[in-house]
């Protein structure tokens, strides 16, 4: 009998997926960077959360409902942005899809693999994560276009602000998914058919490239690395750059990757509605 697409549990999601994607990919997903100490003390500080619920005279109706940054949620959950999703077919959509079906907003990343127009259709609840990558021109750009594809936020990454490296190797990820990388990945991909034929029966192969980070005017859409070398190039932004952007986009802003109690009261100064820690 084929099994549910319903999971109780975010643990079961994950180890349906460690039997599902091919070990590199998966490898990609779930890896920390270095020794993985960030995740660990995430989910460990994630544990020592608890209710402390009464146990009489409650309401016969459970409401989590709540608001962020101006957008109601179902409960308070929020999609984070993640880069290159193209592990399935429809990558970021899917997620949209499903995230808009519980009523709560996703983030898209800018290094995600559909654009902005085509998830923003699918959740209007869309906040849009951009990196500090190029010009002050061209990322008030990317900002427009997010604006005019129906993005309700803005969110800014700062702490992705080197490469790095894992204890434990990182995955070969390919430049382009071409017939040598597709040769090369072919004796990993065929121990899990039924991935591989997500793919077939679409006729799509997983898209490597980051639409949102195409230079005006059209042109093709740089891959992951080429977005990435981007990056790496453009000098670091300031607390002033920070609070420029926020002021041109002027709606809710969130600023991703604070770490520091001086760094929320510098974001607070800056004028951001929210910070993601």
């Known amino acids: 009998m084929a099994k549910s697409a319903w999971f109780e549990t975010v643990a079961e999601a994950q180890r349906r997926a460690k039997k599902r994607l091919p070990k590199s990919v998966y490898a990609a997903l779930v890896a920390g960077s270095e020794r993985g100490i960030t995740v660990d003390d995430n989910t460990a500080a994630f544990g020592e959360l608890g209710f402390a619920p009464h146990v009489a005279g409650l309401s016969d109706k459970r409401d989590l409902s709540t ?29 949209a899809r499903a995230a808009a079906a ?29 990196y500090w990558v190029g010009t002050r021109e061209v990322l008030l750009q990317r900002m427009e276009r997010a604006r005019a594809a129906g993005a309700v936020g803005l969110i800014m990454t700062l702490d992705w602000s080197f490469s790095n490296g894992r204890d434990w190797g990182s995955p070969s990820i390919p430049e382009k998914m071409d017939l040598k990388a597709m040769f090369q990945f072919a004796p990993e991909g065929i121990t899990r058919p039924k991935w591989l034929w997500e793919f077939a029966k679409t006729g799509k192969i997983p898209d490597l490239t980051t639409p949102n980070l195409t230079a005006p005017g059209g042109g093709p859409a740089p891959t992951f690395f080429g977005a990435y070398g981007e990056w790496m190039g453009t000098p670091l932004p300031t607390w002033d750059d920070v609070a420029w952007l926020r002021e041109q986009w002027g709606g809710p802003f969130m600023l991703k ?20 820690v």
């Open 67 to 95: 608001t962020v940054m101006g957008q109601p949620l179902s409960f308070p959950v929020m999609i984070s942005p993640t880069g290159v999703q193209a592990v399935h077919p429809d990558g970021e959509v899917a997620v």
């Open 102 to 130: 519980r009523g709560i907003p996703i983030g898209l990343s800018s290094f995600a693999s559909k654009s902005v127009e085509e998830v923003a259709a699918a959740n209007p609840q869309t906040f849009f994560q951009m």
């Open 257 to 276: 990757g604070v770490m520091r109690v001086d760094d929320a009261k510098r974001a607070v100064d800056a004028g951001v509605s929210a910070i993601s």
